[in-house]
């Protein structure tokens, strides 16, 4: 299990984990990892960058899958993502030149409908492509905010600049590092 | 760890990091030993990155609760001249623009109010939205909405919410001047307009105190805030201008990304993003700031107007004969024009707070009469466990620190860290035990404000006490606590 991460990230993870994690050999870690790779449904919460916000990163082998991460990284943070119900849609549609701005913009409109539309999500359909420009479609579902069906954690005021990077490694995978101020 | 070496020191608790590179300006620091020793690290390399941006002045500030932010560390104080290229810096005051702390008396005492604290708690609980996108209850169309952005907490006492009396004991009346609401974005309109009245998430609180005449430091100012019988009960709130000004802070930030090159500034973090005070983008913001600064003093209002209804609930008397007067309000993340010396000169400066509370000492213009010969109360909020402070400015504060001082302890860990450390239900437990009763939205959002995560504030307000900045009170100790 990755060191830092919050319980609800540890609850969403630890559902995709193998059964038989916790009687863990070197063996077990190699195959644990080369499933954490092909599912690339992680994000970790990181130490030493901030202490009174939150920082994470998110990756995948995909744009779209890195985005999905982010995603879940920045609701989880707001609820237990298994306490929101995927019962109410909304599609996004949000182009840009930049890979990085389209991230923020992703994710700073959900700190939006938070706001605006009381709604957090918890699943997310999600297509990034680049053409010529970076697009983005998405299809997001949850829920309406209320205290007596979710576990709620703590509000996300904004996407911060601060250290946020995208950037695509060596075998084509994304990764990005984001801070949130809460 | 920090290696002490590298700095200056200036007197007992005053230190300095020489300038150097593309700095400006040194950066100043007020500390204890033991608080020096204890700073992040990231504090020095944020407040050296505040001392190079355009038209600072005399030095870049960390107050002693400093710790990392982005951008400006949290503590961080920095004043520009506008007449020498100074900048306005959406992250010198925070996203959450005018998060402030107000501190209300009562005439009970804890003997009258312990034995109904759950009560109490509980209804101040359901008065006052908390959490994570708590909606409040004054339903505001776009046109009250601009008002309320226009005129702050006068628009609230004028719909009700409040006494005429009220304002006199707010920072700036409860109202900056010449907000401008044309220059707030849809986006900030919809995020806001359902949520005055709402205290938030983090560490924003509602509490429930009493002042232990032991804990009383100076008798005669107390008696004049109104702080008159032993373990007197008071009522402290800690929230700011919500999803309307953390949008307003984001929307401008990208906005000065897209012009500092226009007028040729670099900084060394995207999140010191800035205009130059005097141009068309600097001024846009400091327009849409005071809109934002002034929602959150209708948003404090609001929440006190809904404070008293639950004491007049729970005790069965009305407000006024409870004694429920505000001792005052006061803005912690904000930008300001204030007259200052510098070298000799008078100037009109863009002082920045940034987690750090005015301190203006006697006699200061700015102050309504009531707090001419005392200083302006200066509220410094510890954490839920460990109480806080009423303090007054003084003129030294004027002289040395662009009329500055600290906000509040300071976090000395991350939340994560303590949230492996407790879990909230059992923290809940272990408040109660020692005999303070807390309702929370978020459990996990409780462990995160434990006690241990945060500085000794003791140490916070003794290193201002030496350094004479700002004059102790009265320490104020926790009996209930509403948490969001």
């Known amino acids: 299990m990755t060191a830092g991460t919050t319980d609800a990230a540890f609850r969403f993870h630890a559902r995709h984990l193998p059964r038989q994690l916790h009687k863990i050999s070197r063996a077990q870690i190699f195959i644990y990892r080369r499933w954490e790779n092909e599912h690339m449904t992680t994000f970790r919460y990181l130490e030493g960058i901030t202490e009174a916000d939150y920082a994470f990163e998110a990756s995948g082998k995909d744009l779209s899958e890195m985005f999905t991460n982010a995603a879940l990284a920045t609701e989880g943070l707001m609820a237990d993502l298994k306490t929101i119900k995927p019962i109410k849609k909304k599609t996004l549609g949000l182009t840009n030149e930049d890979v990085g701005k389209l991230l923020h913009e992703f994710l700073e409109e959900l700190v939006f409908l938070k706001d605006a539309e009381t709604l957090l999500f918890s699943k997310f359909k999600l297509d990034v492509k680049k053409e010529k420009v970076y697009m983005l479609s998405a299809e997001l579902l949850g829920d309406n905010i209320d205290a007596t069906k979710q576990h709620l954690g703590i509000d996300v005021k904004a996407i911060t600049l601060h250290e946020f990077k995208v950037e695509q490694l060596k075998d084509k995978s994304w990764r990005c590092q984001v801070v949130v101020d809460v | ?484």
């Open chain 2, 1 to 484: 760890m920090t290696d002490l070496k590298k700095l200056k020191r200036i007197s007992e608790v005053l230190w300095e990091m020489p300038q150097e590179g593309d700095m400006h300006v040194p950066a100043r620091f007020y500390g204890t030993d033991k608080i020096m020793r204890d700073m992040d690290d990231q504090v020095f390399k944020q407040i050296a990155n505040v001392a190079c941006l355009p038209g600072i002045q005399t030095a870049a500030l960390c107050m002693p609760d400093a710790h990392s932010g982005y951008g400006f560390p949290i503590g961080g104080v920095a004043a520009f001249d506008p007449e020498e290229g100074g900048i306005i810096s959406p992250g010198g005051i925070g996203f959450d623009i005018n998060c402030g702390m107000r501190l209300l008396k009562t005439n009970l005492t804890i003997k009258e109010v312990q034995p109904k604290i759950k009560e109490l708690v509980h209804q101040l609980f359901l008065n006052v939205p908390a959490g994570v996108g708590g909606e409040g209850n004054v339903a505001l169309t776009r046109e009250q909405l601009r008002q309320v952005s226009e005129q702050g907490a006068g628009w609230c006492v004028k719909n009700g919410y409040g006494w005429k009396q009220d304002l006199e004991r707010l920072e700036e009346y409860g109202c900056l001047k010449d907000a401008d609401a044309s220059k707030i974005s849809d986006r900030a309109i919809k995020r806001g307009i359902n949520q005055l009245g709402t205290l938030g998430s983090g560490n924003h609180y509602l509490e429930v105190q009493f002042a232990s005449p032991k804990n009383i430091f100076d008798e005669k100012i107390a008696k004049h805030f109104g702080i008159t019988h032993p373990d007197q009960i008071l009522v402290m709130v800690h929230c700011g201008s919500r999803g309307y000004g953390h949008q307003i802070c984001s929307d401008f930030l990208k906005d000065f990304e897209g012009v500092m090159a226009k007028y040729k500034i670099h900084v060394r973090d995207r999140e010191l993003a800035c205009a130059p005070f005097n141009s068309p983008e600097g001024q846009a913001y400091h327009n849409a700031m005071r809109c934002a600064a002034n929602f959150a003093f209708a948003n404090r209002q609001v929440i006190i107007h809904n404070v008293r209804s639950a004491f007049e609930k729970v005790f069965s008397k009305d407000a006024e004969s409870l004694g429920l007067d505000i001792i005052y309000d006061v803005a912690h993340n904000i930008a300001k024009l204030e007259k200052y010396k510098v070298d000799g000169k008078k100037k009109d400066l863009v002082v920045h707070r940034k987690g750090a509370t005015r301190s203006f000492g006697p006699g200061n213009p700015a102050l309504a009469k009531f707090y001419q010969e005392t200083g302006q109360p200066v509220i410094v909020g510890g954490s839920m466990e460990t109480g806080s402070y009423l303090l007054v400015g003084t003129k030294k504060a004027e002289e040395e620190t662009f009329g500055s001082t600290m906000h509040g302890s300071g976090r000395t860990m991350s939340r994560t860290q303590a949230k492996q450390m407790v879990k909230g239900d059992q923290l809940q437990k272990d408040m109660a035990k020692k005999g303070i009763y807390v309702e929370a939205t978020s459990f996990s959002g409780l462990a995160e404000e434990a006690g241990f995560a945060y500085k000794d504030i003791n140490e916070v307000i003794r290193t201002m006490e030496i350094a004479g900045i700002s004059k102790p009170v009265v320490q104020l100790k926790p009996i209930g606590n509403v948490k969001g």
